[in-house]
């Protein structure tokens, strides 16, 4: 039998609340999502003005970060033409992301959930996920 941990939605509000408050100081507000280790939504939260397409892409990002245990940023170089990956962004009914701004929260070596952040460039999305992930401190 495994254990698996997963984060719970105290975690998920801190990780919101964390990436909310970049979010803010940067002027972007932004959709953010938090997933557990199966890629399973528990949180989200649009900021007012967060852009309405955003939403299935910040969950399919904490989705694809989850999931596949790594940052989506990592996809998006490896999913270009002639890339080992190339193609992989169809993959799962479109649902892996390949852009910047879903990262896997980790505690003590092990992947226990996803942060997904869309409304800004890909380099905004990804900074709002990193402040996320340092204003949570997992038990």
Same mark, same amino acid.
């Given at each position: 039998?495994?254990?698996?941990?997963?984060?719970?939605?105290?975690?998920?509000?801190?990780?919101?609340?964390?990436?909310?408050?970049? =979010?803010?100081?940067? %002027?972007? /507000?932004?959709?953010?999502?938090?997933?557990?280790? @199966? #890629?399973? $939504?528990?949180?989200?939260?649009?900021?007012?003005?967060?852009?309405?397409?955003?939403?299935?892409?910040?969950?399919?990002?904490?989705?694809?970060?989850?999931?596949?245990?790594?940052?989506?940023?990592?996809?998006?170089? =490896?999913?270009?033409? %002639?890339? /080992?990956?190339?193609g992989i962004g169809?993959?799962? @009914? #479109?649902? $892996?992301?390949v852009v910047g701004?879903?990262?896997?929260?980790t505690a003590n070596?092990?992947?226990?959930?996803?942060?997904?952040?869309?409304?800004?460039?890909?380099?905004?999305?990804?900074?709002?996920?990193?402040?996320?992930?340092?204003?949570?401190?997992?038990?």
């Amino acid at each position: 039998m495994m254990s698996v941990s997963n984060l719970d939605e105290h975690d998920a509000r801190t990780l919101i609340n964390g990436a909310a408050a970049h =979010a803010d100081d940067i %002027g972007v /507000p932004m959709c953010i999502a938090i997933t557990d280790a @199966g #890629g399973n $939504l528990i949180a989200f939260r649009r900021m007012d003005g967060g852009k309405v397409t955003s939403i299935t892409v910040a969950i399919d990002k904490a989705f694809t970060a989850a999931g596949a245990k790594k940052a989506t940023h990592e996809y998006g170089a =490896a999913s270009q033409p %002639g890339a /080992p990956a190339f193609g992989i962004g169809s993959a799962i @009914g #479109g649902r $892996l992301m390949v852009v910047g701004g879903g990262l896997p929260v980790t505690a003590n070596g092990e992947v226990v959930g996803g942060i997904g952040i869309s409304s800004g460039s890909p380099d905004q999305d990804l900074a709002v996920a990193q402040a996320g992930l340092d204003a949570w401190q997992p038990n």
